[in-house]
């Protein structure tokens, strides 16, 4: 495939804009579409005429590879600020009242220990973990896809149906599946960090990706 690199980024902008808008909360749109751009020029520097696949399809990995390093790379530099601190202070009081109550504090609980609000809470904890990608491995061989029982690994506009899926869950319930799939937590575990009880745990994962499914298909 011999082609001019300017105009296949062209004929591919709106792939690339797409996959970058899923991610937009994290960096500037434009910054992602130039890393993204990156992604197209390599992913054309490998793809071959005989591959039985589209170009579009091919390139997607190669896109959203670079824009998943980036947002990696460029959270390490960002990782001085007030998050940071508050993650830190987070670690120490989680600890202390683990120790002192003998059980796991809820995120309410700890906030209120630390004096901060929830949200802010949950926000510096989230900023310290690993970007959540639906491309990521979440258990051995396990992938979030799998769980809601579709596989979607070749489907372009369901990978990023699924990020928007998650982004549009309400806070508890992205908490719920953040720790479960994300973090590996039991649901007993959970349960002890939402204040909630296991059954309670076992029945909101249930009806939450019972919902995402059916987002996922309609």
């Known amino acids: 495939m011999k082609k001019d690199i300017w105009k296949l980024i062209e004929e591919n902008k709106n792939l690339i804009y797409k996959i970058a808008h899923s991610y937009s909360g994290c960096a500037n749109i434009d910054d992602l579409f130039?890393?993204?751009?990156?992604?197209?020029?390599?992913?054309?520097?490998?793809?071959?005429?005989n591959y039985n696949t589209k170009f579009s399809t091919y390139a997607y990995n190669y896109?959203?590879?670079?824009?998943?390093?980036?947002?990696?790379?460029?959270?390490?530099?960002?990782?001085?600020?007030?998050?940071?601190?508050?993650?830190?202070?987070?670690?120490?009081a989680r600890d202390y009242l683990t120790s002192s109550k003998g059980y796991n504090p809820t995120l309410k609980e700890i906030s209120e220990f630390m004096g901060i609000s929830e949200y802010d809470l949950y926000n510096a904890i989230?900023?310290?973990?690993?970007?959540?990608?639906?491309d990521s491995e979440i258990k051995d061989n396990l992938y979030l896809h799998d769980v809601i029982g579709e596989?979607?690994?070749?489907?372009?506009?369901?990978?990023?149906?699924?990020?928007?899926?998650?982004?549009?869950?309400?806070?508890?319930?992205r908490e719920l599946i953040n720790y479960r799939y994300y973090q590996d937590f039991t649901q007993s575990e959970t349960a002890s960090l939402m204040g909630m009880t296991q059954v309670q745990v076992s029945r909101r994962e249930n009806k939450i990706l019972s919902k995402m499914k059916s987002e996922m298909i309609r």
Do not use: F, P, R
């Open 126 to 134: 989230n900023n310290n973990s690993e970007i959540m990608s639906i």
């Open 151 to 173: 596989d979607h690994s070749e489907d372009i506009d369901s990978k990023i149906d699924l990020k928007n899926i998650i982004d549009n869950l309400d806070v508890n319930d």
């Open 63 to 92: 896109i959203l590879g670079e824009i998943t390093n980036y947002l990696k790379n460029d959270k390490l530099l960002k990782m001085h600020g007030d998050n940071s601190k508050i993650y830190k202070l987070y670690e120490k």
């Open 34 to 49: 130039q890393v993204g751009c990156i992604g197209i020029i390599n992913a054309y520097k490998n793809y071959k005429d």
